[in-house]
T-cell receptor
Framework: AQKVTQAQTEISVVEKEDVTLDCVYETRDTTYYLFWYKQPPSGELVFLIRRNSFDEQNEISGRYSWNFQKSTSSFNFTITASQVVDSAVYFCALSDYGMASGSRLTFGEGTQLTVNP | DTGVSQDPRHKITKRGQNVTFRCDPISEHNRLYWYRQTLGQGPEFLTYFQNEAQLEKSRLLSDRFSAERPKGSFSTLEIQRTEQGDSAMYLC????????????FGSGTRLTVV
């Protein structure tokens, strides 16, 4: 069975601080995808990144960066120089690689990030 | 707007009533998913369609729940004899069947059973 754990329920930072959101996953699959989504108060899940299990190269997109470490089954997300607009719930998710399964997503419980001015 | 649309955004119903939600996916996406999200939790998979075929259902989808996608386009999710435990956000997502596995989620339907 697949499982995603986001141990940090809530994080509060002051604007311009860097913040890292942790994600640890469990799967028996050898190939899989990992995702991060942002859920602002409006409720819509906004796709941030998809990473397949073959690619452990870290990725940077503007103020966002992701650190994938297969050895520790972690896929952590860092926001540099946080802004008030980054306040949201962030979800880490895992899907298997097989098309036949429909690639259902298994989500963590989310981390509520609050960035204070 | 070519995103995923869900209707209604909010629904308040009395316990025991039936409710139906609609999802219009991105037109070129042939996969459609329903997820349920309760307060403070991550979304949980309910069911999945490839075109009009319902290929997978979660154990969360009790007999009171039924989903359809009659022409492979929009989908409906019906809950019969609603219970207070059904109160949640119901999210729809769509994706293409090949290539990019990026899901696009709708804004959800928030159901409150009183």
């Amino acid at each position: 069975a697949q499982k995603v754990t986001q141990a940090q329920t809530e994080i509060s930072v002051v604007e311009k601080e860097d913040v890292t959101l942790d994600c640890v996953y469990e799967t028996r699959d050898t190939t899989y995808y990992l995702f991060w989504y942002k859920q602002p108060p409006s409720g819509e899940l906004v796709f941030l990144i998809r990473r397949n299990s073959f690619d452990e190269q870290n990725e940077i997109s503007g103020r966002y960066s992701w650190n994938f470490q297969k050895s520790t089954s972690s896929f952590n997300f860092t926001i540099t120089a946080s802004q008030v607009v980054d306040s949201a719930v962030y979800f880490c998710a895992l899907s298997d690689y097989g098309m036949a399964s429909g690639s259902r997503l298994t989500f963590g419980e989310g981390t509520q990030l609050t960035v204070n001015p | 707007d070519t995103g995923v649309s869900q209707d209604p955004r909010h629904k308040i119903t009395k316990r025991g009533q039936n409710v139906t939600f609609r999802c219009d996916p991105i037109s070129e996406h042939n996969r459609l998913y329903w997820y349920r999200q309760t307060l403070g939790q991550g979304p949980e998979f309910l069911t999945y369609f490839q075109n009009e075929a319902q290929l997978e259902k979660s154990r969360l989808l009790s007999d009171r729940f039924s989903a359809e996608r009659p022409k492979g386009s929009f989908s409906t999710l019906e809950i019969q004899r609603t219970e207070q435990g059904d109160s949640a956000m119901y999210l729809c997502a769509s994706s293409p069947s090949r290539g990019d596995y990026g899901y696009t989620f709708g804004s959800g339907t928030r159901l409150t059973v009183v």
